[in-house]
C-alpha cells in the first residue's frame, strides 16, 4: 500500500495524467466533426493526430540531454505551464493550418509530461509495488474517458468546437496549484554517482549512457512497438463508430464513458496482479487476450447499441491491460540517476511510434465515395495484432527483469553499464 504522501503525490500527478489524456483525445471523437467543418479527408485528420505525437517524439528528444539535470518537480512546473499555453491557443485556432500548429505545440510540451510523471512515480515508489502505481495512475485514463472525454464532447456539440480547449486550459491552472502545493522537490538523482561512459562534459554522455545499456536498448525497442500497435487503431475508433457502425455523434460519448467504467476497475485488479505474478507473465496474457477485443472492433459493422459498447469495454480492458505492466516493468531497466533520461527517449520513441501509427493507418484506411464508410479498418487491425505478437518475442529478453528485487536490480542495471557484467 501507499502512505500518505505517496497517494497525495499520484494523486496530483493522475490530474496531469487526466488533463493530457483528455487534451490528446478529445481531438479523435472529433474526427467526423473537424472534417465535416474544416472540408479535409482522412489523411489530414491523421496527420492532425500524428502532429501531436511527432513534436512530443522530438521534444522527448530534447530533454533526454537535460532531464537528469534538474530537479524533477521544476521540470514538471515548466513543461505543465507550457502544455497550459497551447492548449489555449488550440482554443484560439480557426481553422485547420492554425489548429495544426497549436496541436503541435501542445504536443511539444505534453509528450514530456509523461517521462517526468513516470521518472517522479519510479523514483518514489520501489519496484514491488510500481504496478499498483501506474495501475492508479491509469485510473486518470479511465476518469477522462468516463468524465473527461464526454463532458468535452458535450460542449463541442452544444457550444462550438473549440470550447472543450478552453475548458481544459482553466483546468490546467488549476492544476498547476496543485503541483506547486503537493509534489515535493525530487533532486536526489543530483547528489547521486553518475553512471556513465564517456566524459561528464561530453554533451552526448546521458544518451549515449542509456543507449550503450543493452537492457535499456531492448526496452525502448519493446515500448516502440508496443505503442504502434496500440495507436495505429486508435484514431479512426471513433470515426469508425459513426460511419461505419452507425452510431451518432453524440452517441460517441457513451463509448468512452462504458469504456472508461471498464477501465477504471480494471486497471488497479492489473497493477495488482502484475506485482503479485509478474509484469511479464501479466504482459503476456494481456497480449493474448487483446487479440479479441481488436478483431471486434475493427470488423464492426451496424452490430446495435448494446454490442458496439460491448466491444468498445473489452477494447479500452485489453489497453490498460498491456500498457500497465509493460511500463511498470521497463521502469526496472534503469537506476534512477539516469532515469529522466531513460524516459525521455522513451517518451521519444514511444511518441513517434503512436505518430507512424496513426499516419500509416490513415495510408491504409480509405474513405467510400458512395456512403462515406472507412474500408480497410481490418486490415490495421491485423497489423496491430501483428505488431502485438511481435513484442512477445522482445520479452523473452527483458523477462528477468521481474526477478531480481529493486535495490538489487538497480545496483545491477548500474554494475553493467559500467561494464562490471
Known amino acids: 500500500m501507499f502512505t500518505s504522501l505517496e497517494k497525495k503525490i499520484l494523486t496530483v500527478l493522475a490530474f496531469v495524467q487526466f488533463n493530457h489524456i483528455v487534451d490528446f483525445m478529445i481531438i479523435m471523437p472529433m474526427g467526423t466533426q473537424l472534417m465535416r467543418l474544416f472540408n479535409i479527408e482522412a489523411q489530414q485528420f491523421s496527420l492532425l493526430v500524428s502532429s501531436y505525437t511527432f513534436f512530443a517524439g522530438l521534444s522527448g528528444f530534447l530533454a533526454s540531454f537535460y532531464m537528469d539535470r534538474f530537479d524533477r518537480k521544476k521540470s514538471l512546473l515548466l513543461l505543465f505551464t507550457g502544455f497550459t499555453l497551447a492548449t489555449i491557443f488550440c482554443g484560439l485556432a480557426r481553422d485547420y493550418h492554425s489548429l495544426l500548429i497549436a496541436r503541435a505545440m501542445t504536443g511539444f510540451f505534453g509528450g514530456v509530461m509523461n517521462s517526468i510523471i513516470l521518472s517522479i512515480t519510479s523514483d518514489l515508489i520501489d519496484y514491488k509495488r510500481r504496478g499498483m502505481a501506474m495501475g492508479f495512475l491509469a485510473t486518470a485514463f479511465s476518469a477522462a474517458s468516463i468524465m473527461g472525454v464526454p463532458f468535452s464532447i458535450f460542449l463541442s456539440q452544444s457550444l462550438m468546437w473549440y470550447a472543450p480547449f478552453i475548458f481544459l486550459a482553466l483546468l490546467c491552472l488549476i492544476i498547476l496549484v496543485g503541483i506547486h502545493r503537493y509534489v515535493p522537490s525530487i533532486n536526489q538523482h543530483l547528489n547521486e554517482q553518475p553512471v556513465q561512459h564517456v566524459p561528464r562534459t561530453t554533451f552526448w554522455q546521458p544518451v549515449v ?35 461505419n457502425a452507425g452510431l451518432s455523434e453524440q452517441q460517441l460519448t457513451w463509448i468512452y464513458l462504458i469504456g472508461g467504467i471498464c477501465s477504471f476497475f480494471s486497471a488497479p485488479i492489473v497493477g495488482r496482479m502484475s506485482d503479485s505474478y509478474g509484469k511479464a507473465k501479466v504482459y503476456f496474457y494481456s497480449i493474448m487476450f487483446s487479440i479479441v477485443p481488436i478483431i471486434l472492433i475493427t470488423h464492426q459493422g451496424r452490430d446495435g447499441l448494446w454490442l ?70 481490418p486490415t490495421v487491425g491485423y497489423m496491430a495484432i501483428g505488431v502485438g505478437l511481435f513484442t512477445l518475442v522482445i520479452l523473452q529478453k527483458l523477462k528477468y527483469l521481474d526477478q531480481p528485487t529493486a535495490t538489487d536490480h538497480e545496483a545491477m542495471v548500474e554494475a553493467e553499464v559500467q561494464g562490471q557484467i
Open 308 to 377: 458496439i459498447l460491448l466491444y468498445a469495454g473489452l477494447f479500452f480492458i485489453s489497453a490498460g491491460s498491456r500498457m500497465i505492466p509493460a511500463q511498470a516493468l521497463v521502469s526496472a531497466a534503469v537506476s534512477s540517476q539516469q532515469r529522466g533520461t531513460f524516459m525521455s527517449l522513451l517518451s521519444c520513441l514511444q511518441s513517434l511510434a503512436m505518430a507512424a501509427g496513426a499516419y500509416i493507418a490513415g495510408l491504409i484506411v480509405t474513405i467510400d465515395p458512395k456512403d462515406g464508410r472507412l474500408l480497410n479498418y
Open 209 to 243: 549512457s542509456v543507449l550503450q545499456s543493452p537492457v535499456q536498448r531492448v526496452s525502448l525497442i519493446f515500448m516502440f512497438f508496443v505503442m504502434f500497435s496500440h495507436f495505429s487503431i486508435i484514431p479512426f475508433i471513433a470515426t469508425s463508430q459513426v460511419v
